[in-house]
T-cell receptor, first 113, second 111 residues
Framework: GDSVTQMEGPVTLSEEAFLTINCTYT??????LFWYVQYPGEGLQLLLK?????DKGSNKGFEATYRKETTSFHLEKGSVQVSDSAVYFC????????????FGTGTQLKVEL | SQTIHQWPATLVQPVGSPLSLECTVE??????LYWYRQAAGRGLQLLFY??????ISSEVPQNLSASRPQDRQFILSSKKLLLSDSGFYLC??????????FGPGTRLTVL
């Protein structure tokens, strides 16, 4: 079946540091890939997406590139802020069957001054 | 624009009591609807999804059930809550079938 693997957290960084959160996937079809962010006590918000190989999703300074050859969709940001502290989820969906999302377990990011 | 509502925001219930959580979507027609549960410190588990009125697919056997009485209304229910039902319940919708949009969630504590 489909699956998403994310790096274990928590990840603790100083403000303005470079961020990478690794995400790899296994899928039977041609998935669309997503990063969602969850701030404390809230629901999930879509951060960015990519629907085909070599697409780069970007939003709010975050980027991720759909790498079919390595089945990866790593999240990056050049300079994190304290306000980026949240849990980040990588997810995929394959067309059909209700278009269900398969999530990774989430990576908590803590950014300190 | 589309919005999704969930209520209540928080709920504390005794073991063995019934449950009803409601989710409604505005600004779209015939959305796919989803119920997820997030246990403390863990990822999201898909519980149910629906592609139309009265069409419910269950992903995980459990003592919960879901219903979709109207196009944009999705209800999560239980006749008797268990301690293990505690968690953060999230409703989501999708239109084109790719990205899903999530509600604010309901935090359920079963004592």
């Amino acid at each position: 079946g489909d699956s998403v693997t994310q790096m274990e957290g928590p990840v603790t960084l100083s403000e303005e540091a470079f961020l990478t959160i690794n995400c790899t996937y296994t899928a039977t079809g041609y998935p669309s890939l997503f990063w969602y962010v969850q701030y404390p006590g809230e629901g999930l918000q879509l951060l960015l997406k990519a629907t085909k190989a070599d697409d780069k999703g970007s939003n709010k300074g975050f980027e991720a590139t759909y790498r079919k050859e390595t089945t990866s969709f790593h999240l990056e940001k050049g300079s994190v802020q304290v306000s980026d502290s949240a849990v980040y989820f990588c997810a995929l969906t394959v067309t059909g069957g209700g278009n269900k999302l398969t999530f990774g377990t989430g990576t908590q990011l803590k950014v300190e001054l | 624009s589309q919005t999704i509502h969930q209520w209540p925001a928080t709920l504390v219930q005794p073991v063995g009591s019934p449950l009803s959580l409601e989710c409604t979507v505005e600004g779209t027609s015939n959305p796919n609807l989803y119920w997820y549960r997030q246990a403390a410190g863990r990822g999201l588990q898909l519980l149910f999804y629906s592609v139309g009125i009265g069409q419910i697919s269950s992903e995980v056997p459990q003592n919960l059930s879901a219903s979709r009485p109207q196009d944009r209304q999705f209800i999560l229910s239980s006749k008797k809550l268990l301690l293990s039902d505690s968690g953060f319940y999230l409703c989501a919708w999708s239109a084109t079938g790719f990205e899903q949009f999530f509600g604010p969630g309901t935090r359920l504590t079963v004592l």
